[in-house]
């Protein structure tokens, strides 16, 4: 993790009692802060090490502009990011800028908080931090994500002037509340047709979902839309569930049973009436599957798939159509020959991985592995020394 940009300002509230006359709430704005020094960068680290944890699991979506400003304010910020130098500017110059295009998101998101929390008799306060930073990705590139979270004073972190100081392991049981930004899939998302969005959810968020709850003012504040649809969720989650089984060779060795296994279970919740599915569901399911020697995997589940790149909601519909066409297939003739595999790899198309004709009465394989390759040419030497 790089961290470019950070701050911590405070949201000052008290629960309103019973019959009080007022529900103010304020703000003190924070410095920015020096992003090198190691209790910024330990703080940032710890929330990042809980958020998406089980009992902290997030979900997706995108902005919706209408409950706040501060989806307006993030696009102004990240087109800013873009922007090429004028002549003569220098990097310090840039810099700059970029920090004022910052503090000034931050501010309007503070604002939004301020005034969505006043609505709420029970919400109360805690510091708000704010960082923009980036992280490697699946493909070792870089990718900028903002991370906004509200920490609680209890939760180890000691501040003089809204700097830290001091901070300890951020180990609580609930992060309050929270949410991610990731630029790129914000960049796709902009781009691409509306009815494609669904698959580029660039947001996500812990946050109680019911708006009448003491602290859902922070999802209105931030202008967080639950977006994610069934038939995108259900995919990610295969996908999670195979790249889980991809991890090690340890894992890899029970893949194939392994992930039949869970997409039964998931089938099976797909076939009952309400068809809701968890993540730490998938997780039991998963721990099921590991024997001591692959102790160390137990419980990392939800973690693994609710962290980048899957980003997978903790509750979401199971679709039945799209964990049938990923099951496997399973079929044998007569002839002495038997396939097992993945429905999704079956096509009609030529660049099927695996082509049917029905008009040929045949089944062709296509793109084979080098592996698959060298043992098939062995195969076929050692008949020949015979």
């Known amino acids: 993790m790089h961290l470019k940009h950070a701050v911590i300002h405070e949201l000052i509230k008290e629960r309103r009692e019973k019959d009080a006359e ?31 944890r089980s009992g902290n699991s997030s979900s997706v979506g995108t902005f919706d502009n209408s409950e706040s400003n501060f989806p307006d304010e993030f696009g102004r910020y990240y087109a ?43 919400a109360t306060g805690g510091y708000i931090v704010f960082a923009h930073y980036t992280v490697d990705n699946v493909s070792d590139d870089l990718e900028d994500m903002l991370l906004i979270a509200m920490v609680k004073k209890r939760d ?23 949410a991610k930004v990731n630029f790129k899939r914000y960049q796709i998302f902009q781009s691409e047709l509306e009815d494609q969005r669904t698959i ?23 202008g967080c839309k639950d977006a994610s649809s069934e038939h995108a969720a259900t995919t990610v989650a295969i996908k999670a569930i195979g790249a889980f089984f991809d991890q090690n060779d340890s894992l890899k060795a029970i893949k194939r049973n ?29 721990n099921a599957l590991l024997g001591p020697e692959l102790s160390e995997h137990m419980n ?26 990923n099951m496997r297939l399973k079929i044998a003739s007569e002839d002495g020959w038997r396939f097992d595999f993945e429905k999704s790899l079956l096509g009609t198309d030529p660049k099927s991985k695996i082509k049917f004709s029905e008009s040929d009465r045949s089944i062709t394989i296509n793109d084979l592995s080098s592996k698959v390759i060298q043992l098939l040419v062995k195969e076929f030497e050692s008949s020949d020394d015979q």
């Open 200 to 222: 580029y959810n660039y947001l996500t968020f812990v946050s109680p979902k019911a708006e009448t709850e003491a602290s859902g003012y922070f999802i209105e504040a931030v």
């Open 22 to 52: 007022t529900n103010a709430a304020k703000f003190d704005a924070g410095p920015l802060l020096d992003v090198a020094a190691a209790p910024v960068v330990k703080l940032i680290e710890s929330i990042n090490k809980i958020y998406g």
């Open 80 to 122: 800013a990011q873009s922007v090429e130098p004028i002549d003569g500017q220098t990097p310090t110059e840039l810099h700059e800028l970029s920090e004022k295009a910052f503090r000034a998101l931050t501010l309007v998101a503070m604002k939004q908080l301020k005034n969505k929390s006043e609505k709420q008799p029970f």
């Open 258 to 286: 392994g992930k039949e296994q869970v997409l039964s279970h998931m089938f099976a919740v797909s076939e009952t009436e309400s068809r809701d599915c968890t993540i730490e569901q998938i997780e039991n399911w998963v």
């Open 300 to 325: 990392t589940f939800t973690s693994f798939a609710s962290g980048e790149p899957y980003n997978l909601p903790a509750n979401f519909k199971c679709n039945k159509s799209i964990i049938k066409k």
């Open 156 to 178: 180890g972190i000691v501040l003089e002037n809204l700097v830290p100081t001091t901070v300890q392991e951020v180990d609580i049981s609930k992060l309050h509340q929270a």
